[in-house]
């Protein structure tokens, strides 16, 4: 099957700019993540969809993060404006409910400047 | 709250040796608990999962792992360490039997030829 795709792959921008990422999960799984990982830490959940609803948003920083999975399918990640704190890999998961695990997809590294 | 505690930042052994990563878990009630690992510009990949019953778990490439509840810890072994296994490693815990994973902040694997 095919995996987790997320575009684009690496991604530079000055501070205060927007900036948006795009996931789309494995065929038929209800639920995407997106998480935050930032140099040297753990990834952080950020928000979680089940079909295109959202589960739990309370670690996604709503004055500049904002998240759509419209249809249930793709899903978009948007921050605007970004701080030089946003620099991090952001990396999509997704999972047939119950499963226990996700499939991650690679990856986007932002690096804000 | 939930957390996971990885007391190892940067381990290096020399291929062929034997490996042991520790991951130590805080939760309440009986967790759900993974090993990742994760290649350098890579997502994620899942090494193995407990939920219930047998204490020892064998994963893919040869890992496996041992659930101790009077520990409170999930360590990751492997008996004989490849050089492409060299990448970091992270133990995460389910959280309230939902989809959601709380995960450690990692350990670096280093292999000498």
């Known amino acids: 099957e095919a995996g987790v795709a997320q575009s684009p792959r690496y991604k530079i921008i000055e501070k205060r700019q927007s900036v948006a990422f795009w996931c789309n999960p494995i065929?038929?799984?209800?639920?995407l993540y997106w998480y935050q990982q930032i140099l040297g830490q753990g990834p952080k959940l950020l928000i979680q969809?089940?079909?295109?609803?959202?589960?739990?948003d309370s670690q996604l920083p709503k004055d500049r993060f904002s998240a759509e999975r419209l249809k249930g399918v793709d899903s978009t990640l948007k921050i605007q404006p970004a701080k030089l704190e946003d620099s991090a890999v952001y990396l999509c998961?997704?999972?047939?409910?119950?499963?226990?695990?996700?499939?991650f997809g690679s990856g986007t590294r932002l690096t804000v400047v | 709250a939930q957390s996971v505690t990885q007391p190892d930042i940067h381990i290096t052994v020399s291929e062929g040796a034997s490996l042991e990563l520790r991951c130590n878990y805080s939760?309440?009630?009986?967790?759900?608990l993974f090993w990742y690992v994760q290649s350098p510009g890579q997502g994620l990949q899942l090494l193995l999962k407990?939920?219930?019953?047998?204490?020892l778990v064998q994963g893919i490439k040869g890992f496996e792992a041992e659930f101790k509840r009077s520990q409170s810890s999930f360590n990751l072994r492997k008996p004989s360490v490849h050089w492409s296994d060299a990448a970091e490693y992270f133990c995460?815990?389910?959280?309230?039997?939902?989809?959601?994973?709380?995960f450690g902040t990692g350990t670096r694997l280093q292999v000498f030829p």
């Open positions: 998961a997704s999972s047939s409910i119950g499963a226990g695990g996700y499939t």
């Open positions: 065929s038929g799984h209800a639920t």
């Open positions: 969809f089940q079909n295109n609803g959202v589960v739990d």
């Open positions: 939760y309440g009630a009986t967790p759900y």
């Open positions: 407990y939920f219930s019953g047998d204490t």
């Open positions: 995460a815990v389910g959280i309230d039997n939902t989809d959601k994973l709380i």
